[in-house]
């Protein structure tokens, strides 16, 4: 069986996962001719050494295993973060664990699209749609203790730091130490409202 035969059908991956819009990002499903830019963006060892699933080096056959994998009946939303003249800058998702009944918030960024506020803009839609559409009560996510940024990302999405622990990542062949953070649908419904508000006045 071939790769293709095996990714489900470009049609229903449109389908099962909506397109989001922000005011300069637009996220949608993974396509199977995104996969030489997935590849091309996500192929820098900064990357992998602070996502848990992502090898290195990172070829377009990976990134055709990924798209492959993405948004199958009951598993995990992922989507494409692009800018919205459809640049891909990224990905992130929801994946259910045998830790947690909750899912789990993910993502990278290319490197050089870190440091300009668009993994905050991203998340905040992501959150949005797990929260309001898909009804989750919370959601749980995690950094690694070396990876202050990404930490900082998930603070100002609202998510409270919940202890540490052990992930292994795949790019290091080892586990490292890791912050777990956890956001209940409360919170991020009284941040919303409170930036509403801090609109108005």
């Known amino acids: 069986m071939t790769l293709l035969e095996e990714c489900p059908s470009e049609s229903f991956r449109e389908a099962s996962i909506p397109v989001l819009e922000t005011k300069r990002l637009a996220l949608r499903a993974p396509r199977l001719e995104d996969a030489k830019a997935v590849a091309a963006l996500v192929n820098d060892r900064r990357?992998?050494?602070?996502?848990?699933?992502?090898?290195h080096p990172?070829?377009?056959?990976?990134?055709?295993?990924?798209?492959?994998g993405a948004n199958k009946p009951g598993g995990e939303a992922v989507f494409l973060i692009t800018l919205h003249d459809d640049t891909i800058i990224g990905a992130c998702g929801l994946t259910m664990t045998d830790k947690e009944p909750v899912p789990e918030l993910g993502y990278w960024?290319?490197?050089?699209?870190?440091?300009k506020g668009y993994a905050t803009e991203a998340l905040?839609?992501?959150?949005?749609?797990?929260f309001t559409d898909l009804g989750y009560p919370s959601l749980t996510a995690a950094a690694r203790v070396t990876n202050p940024l990404s930490r900082r990302v998930l603070e100002k999405c609202g998510f409270q730091w919940t202890g540490v622990g052990l992930c292994r990542i795949r790019a290091i062949n080892s586990s490292a130490p890791i912050d777990r953070f956890r956001l209940e649908r409360g919170i991020w419904s009284a941040?919303?409202?409170?930036?509403?508000?801090?609109?108005v006045s």
Not at 47 to 55: F, Q, S
Not at 58 to 68: L, R
């Open 58 to 68: 990172y070829k377009k056959t990976d990134a055709e295993s990924f798209i492959a």
């Open 109 to 115: 960024l290319g490197v050089k699209y870190w440091g």
């Open 191 to 199: 941040i919303k409202t409170w930036g509403r508000m801090k609109k």
């Open 47 to 55: 990357i992998a050494e602070n996502v848990a699933r992502i090898p």
């Open 124 to 130: 905040h839609a992501v959150i949005d749609y797990a």
